[in-house]
C-alpha cells in the first residue's frame, strides 16, 4: 500500500451512463478531499465520456446492511403488495423505469 494510500481517505464513485438511469457505482479512488475525489474519478472512469454525472462518498460515510440480516430486512416487503409497482401501467413517455 503507498504512502497516499495511507494517508488520503478513500472515495467511491458513482457513474450515470446517461440522463434518466441510475448512478452506479464504479469503483473507488483516493484523494485528499472532495474537490481532487472528483477530478481523479473523471479521470480513471470516464475516459471515453462515457459517463454525464458522477458521484463521490466518503467510503467511511457509507453504511451497508449485513447480508446475513436479509430476512429481518427484506422478506417483510413480500407481503404488501402495494410496494411493487407490477400492476401499474406506465405511458410511453416514461423511460428508464
Known amino acids: 500500500m503507498s504512502d497516499i494510500q495511507k ?3 478513500l472515495w467511491e464513485v458513482f457513474l450515470r451512463s446517461r440522463n434518466g ?3 452506479k457505482h464504479c469503483g473507488s479512488v483516493h484523494a485528499s478531499d ?3 475525489a ?3 474519478a473523471r479521470d480513471v472512469y470516464t475516459r471515453r465520456q462515457e459517463g454525464v454525472s458522477i458521484w463521490v462518498v466518503l467510503a467511511d460515510n457509507i453504511i451497508a446492511s449485513d447480508p446475513d440480516a436479509k ?3 427484506f422478506d417483510p416487503a ?3 403488495i402495494y410496494r411493487h409497482p ?3 401501467k ?3 413517455e416514461v423511460n428508464h423505469m
Open 7 to 9: 494517508e488520503w481517505p
Open 21 to 23: 438511469l441510475d448512478h
Open 34 to 36: 472532495p474537490k481532487l
Open 38 to 40: 472528483l477530478q481523479v
Open 71 to 73: 430476512p429481518e430486512l
Open 78 to 80: 413480500e407481503d404488501k
Open 86 to 88: 407490477t400492476f401499474y
Open 90 to 92: 406506465l405511458p410511453d
